[in-house]
């Protein structure tokens, strides 16, 4: 079994980076959030693989501080991992919150801050994993999809579920419609569930995640 106290200290907010790496709309539902005390997380951080991306600018106008890591200003794919995983410790995260976030972290993250990074995925996984889910969803023709919350882990996508949430597929949907769906359920569960997270902490157990230590 593996505990993650999402907060050390009772009284302080637990500490939450988000990495992104497009418009940022379950990012700015976290910010929204977290406004509120008694939501029990703080955003102390955005991080990016790429610039110019509206999460960045959700960030900004939050006075939130923000880093960028590109894949292509480092020589190999480990270089970039490991130095994601310096940039998003040097924030002493209780919890680091995959939003959007357009890669896959490695062996030096997942060592860093193993148990505590977390990932919103536009599908109900084990289906459809990958960085097309509304869209592989859709050619399946299946009639419920959704959104799941996973604990990350080495896989892609494979990680013990925190949560899910689900919509129906329409007749006339097409990828964006679909997705938009999804998008509207999805910040709710996030939302929600990373509050738990933040103020109950999590155990997993045989990859049952329960809230709780
Ligand atoms: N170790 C893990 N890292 C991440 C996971 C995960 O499950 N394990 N989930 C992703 C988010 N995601 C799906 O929810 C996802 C994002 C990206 C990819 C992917 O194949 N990325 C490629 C590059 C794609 C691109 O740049 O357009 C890559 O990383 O080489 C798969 C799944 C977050 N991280
Ligand atoms: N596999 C990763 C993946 O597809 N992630 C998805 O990207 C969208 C980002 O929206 P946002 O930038 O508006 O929050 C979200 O729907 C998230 O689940």
């Known amino acids: 079994m593996s505990t993650s106290p999402a907060v050390e200290s009772a009284a302080a907010p637990a500490r939450v980076v988000v990495l992104v790496s497009g418009s940022g709309t379950n990012l700015q539902a976290l910010l929204d959030a977290a406004i509120d005390p008694a939501y029990g997380a703080a955003i102390v951080a955005v991080g990016a693989d790429r610039d110019g991306i509206e999460g ?126 999804i998008k509207v359920a999805e910040r709710q569960m996030l939302v929600d569930n990373v509050g738990r997270l933040a103020r109950e902490g999590f155990r997993i157990t045989d990859r049952k995640v329960r809230f709780g230590l």
């Open 56 to 181: 960045l600018a959700r960030a900004d106008r939050s006075s939130v501080p923000t880093f960028v890591a590109k894949l292509k200003d480092y020589s190999s794919r480990d270089a970039w991992d490991g130095a994601l995983a310096d940039r998003v410790a040097a924030f002493e995260p209780d919890l680091v919150v995959l939003a959007g976030f357009m890669k896959l972290v490695g062996p030096a993250f997942l060592a860093r801050f193993a148990g505590k990074v977390v990932n919103t995925h536009p599908a109900l996984c084990p289906s459809f994993p990958g960085t097309a889910g509304p869209a592989d969803a859709l050619a399946y023709g299946v009639k419920v999809t959704g959104a799941t919350l996973f604990v990350v882990d080495a896989g892609v996508d494979t990680g013990p579920i925190v949560a899910q949430t689900v919509v129906p597929v329409e007749d006339d949907d097409d990828v964006s419609a679909l997705h938009e769906r």
